[in-house]
């Protein structure tokens, strides 16, 4: 499996870059899947359904699942930050791709997403994780970098650059949980 990270303030662009991301990647045959984090309290589930009023009974963990997907909700005692890798470590063995959105102060290589309009610092000059910057503004980052300058509105030529590089993304779940 590969992981790539994207970080970047709010309303750069991560989201909208992932969501084309996702296509690009399958189009070549690969099988995506994401690790998003959610910096408030958010639910997947509603009032009355089931697996709702098994959670709201104290349940631990609830799976359900159909023929066409499956969710696990799990209810933590007490707050619990889980990392990048344990939440990595979830996902299904055989996907070809991870791409991580947030978790910008994750060990995880990473893309910046940049757009000079945010007003925003880039990050890319800190980080030594930052691989490349993806911008639709290249001539307004602050400083020269020999790291890739990725075009932000172009999702293909992003998806190359990772098929292009994929053994420097690849990860092993030996390396983090020694």
């Known amino acids: 499996m590969n992981v790539i990270g994207f970080a970047g303030y709010s309303g750069s662009g991560k989201t909208s870059l992932v969501e084309k991301l996702i296509p690009a990647l399958k189009l070549r045959g690969l099988r995506v899947s994401v690790v998003k984090h959610a910096h408030h309290r958010f639910d997947i589930d509603h009032p009355g359904k089931d697996t709702y ?5 104290g349940a631990f963990e609830v ?4 023929t066409n997907r499956l969710a696990l909700m799990r209810e933590f005692e007490k707050p619990a930050e889980l990392t990048v890798h344990q939440l990595i470590a979830e996902l299904y063995e055989g ?7 947030g978790f910008k102060h994750s060990d995880l290589l990473k893309i910046e997403v940049w757009r ?8 890319y000059m800190e980080d030594d994780f930052i691989v490349a910057i993806a911008t639709d503004s290249p001539g307004q980052l602050p400083q020269a970098t020999l790291r890739p300058v990725l ?3 172009d999702a293909d030529a992003v998806a190359d650059y990772l098929v292009n590089n ?8 030996d390396d983090r949980f020694d």
């Open 63 to 66: 799976v359900v699942a159909s």
């Open 151 to 153: 075009d932000l509105n």
């Open 116 to 123: 000079a309009s945010s007003g925003q610092p880039t990050r």
């Open 53 to 57: 009023r098994h959670r709201e009974a």
């Open 95 to 101: 996907v070809d791709w991870v791409l991580v959105e």
């Open 166 to 173: 994929q053994k420097r993304f690849a990860y092993s779940f």
